[in-house]
């Protein structure tokens, strides 16, 4: 299963596998290699919908690590994710 959409960090009544993405998130938020580019990630549009990806579903990192745009911040979450 999978949650379908909206906000990942909404409801946090019933964590079920949450807790890893949770831990995961906290570690990224920890990097500021990550932090630096995912504040320039913000002011993209692609970039971020990019990382909405990512973030709800990992395998799609292979679609973009040749990706010039993302490849940086591609690189720093595969070491954290």
């Known amino acids: 299963g999978g949650a379908g959409g909206g906000n990942p960090f909404g409801g946090m009544g019933g964590m079920g596998g949450m807790g890893d993405a949770m831990s995961k998130a906290q570690g990224m938020m920890k990097n500021p290699k990550i932090m630096e580019l995912m ?17 709800s579903n990992p395998a799609a990192i292979k679609k973009y690590e040749n990706d010039p745009e993302v490849k940086d911040l591609i690189t720093e979450l595969k070491k954290v994710m």
């Open 39 to 55: 504040t320039k990630a913000q002011s993209n549009p692609k970039m971020m919908s990019i990382l909405n990806e990512c973030m």
